[in-house]
Nanobody
């Protein structure tokens, strides 16, 4: 089983990034997917979640209207489009799969700074 995140990096405030998570080794279409983040010295928090078929999403209040989570079951991938980024969005972002089991990716660093 693998979840591999990509797309992180350094961006200026107000900028955008698109995170991707490529899944393999399990029946992706039967798992709901989540993006979490963890900033230095803080607990990991749920940023966004999407149902197995992609018909339902939810978001952390502080990212609503700025972040959009989507998935492509045909490609075993999920995405997090992040717009209007703020310094407080700086964190390591993790993709996770929730179903019969729980799987985690290794994380990708997002740094928002001028």
């Amino acid at each position: 089983v693998q979840l591999v995140e990509s797309g992180g990096g350094l961006v200026q405030p107000g900028g955008s990034l698109r995170l991707s998570c490529a899944a393999s080794g399990f029946t992706f279409s039967t798992y709901s997917m989540r993006w979490y983040r963890q900033a230095p010295g803080k607990e990991r928090e749920l940023v966004a979640a999407i149902s197995s078929a992609g018909g339902s999403t939810l978001y952390l209040d502080s990212v609503k209207g700025r972040f959009t989570m989507s998935r492509e079951n045909a490609n075993n991938a999920v995405y997090l489009q992040m717009n209007s980024l703020k310094p407080e969005d700086t964190a390591v972002y993790y993709c996770a799969a929730f179903g019969m089991r729980v799987f985690w990716g290794q994380g990708t660093q997002v740094t928002v700074s001028s």
